[in-house]
């Protein structure tokens, strides 16, 4: 135990580490913008009338201390990790003066709840037929499924997603191209929104499933390919033990591990397919919310968007290199 203790502070070392110079990265980033979100507000304010100059400064001050611009570089750097612990990232310039905190908090929950479910559908769905083509070599159907995922794992999610919307908007219109629910449809825990949300959010879904699924299958079935021919794997087989359990207690647990890896690994261009996804569809999440702040030129809600998104696919990797040990005993924690 005490072994696991050192292995989960060396993880949590790590963590704080990478959420740091991620967090940094974005700052700089943001903050060597020519953009000025102080005098964008000043300009908008004052562009249907005349206004005092006293009353311009007067507003100048007052959005410096809004945005955290007040003062020196180091100042403004204290001021800006103060609030990130707050949780505080000023106002929206694009929604002034709704609080930029708000608006992530509006759209996380969509996108969470895209990405889990397509993760894990993902994720399960092509290890599974991965393992089965990599064991039953011979079945026509899973050699289809192969070059189906050959076919489809180079193509970009934002094809994908594009055909999708054609093919079933347009083409063959059965499912809804636009939102994350029915217009006008109050919301809560009824079955009408329920439903709703579920529909909206098949293609969305779908799109990052399709190219998941591909590149899950390949690297699953090259994996099994490999171990069928071990030692202990023939020797199963020649003493009779039944293929199935052969397939699940011998071969495929012992090719989950890479894949957990593998997972760890890719959440983050799972991520960025997904803002991508959004924004085609014009999902409700944090990936629209993001493109929407680059093209208005809203810094502070595309520092903050940045920041949760580091810190989510941060947290989701500590998630799985902690479980890693507890799935795989072979691992030696030190």
Known sequence: MSGYLAYLAKRLGQFVLVVFIGVNLAYVVTHATPIDPVEQSISAATSFGNTAPEAIEQM????????????????????????????????????FPTPVSALIGRALPWTMGLLIVSTVVTWALGNLLGGLAGYYQRNRALKLMGVVAMGLHPIPYYIVALVLLIVFGFVWPVLPINGGSAMNLPQ??????ASSVLLHSILPALSLILIGVGSWFL?????????????????????????????????????????????????????????????????????????????????GLVLGVTTI??????????????LYPLLDPRVQVR
């Open 60 to 95: 100048r001050q007052s959005l410096k201390e809004l945005y955290g611009l007040g003062g020196s570089w180091s100042q403004q750097y204290l001021t800006f990790w103060s609030r990130i612990l707050r949780a505080d990232f000023g106002p929206s310039l694009s929604a």
């Open 188 to 193: 809560g825990w009824t079955w009408a929104y």
């Open 219 to 299: 690297g699953m079935r090259s994996l099994v390919s490999n171990i069928v021919t071990e030692d202990y794997v023939q020797f199963a087989e020649l003493g009779g033990v039944n293929r199935e359990r052969i397939l699940g207690s011998y071969v495929m647990r012992n090719a989950l591990g890479p894949q957990v890896t593998g997972l760890a690994m890719s959440l983050g261009g799972i991520f960025n397919g997904a803002i991508i996804t959004e924004k085609v569809f014009g999902y409700p999440g944090v990936g629209t919310l993001l493109v929407d702040a680059v093209y208005a030129g809203d810094y």
């Open 309 to 322: 998104s580091i810190l989510g696919v941060s947290i989701g990797v500590l998630a799985i290199d902690l």
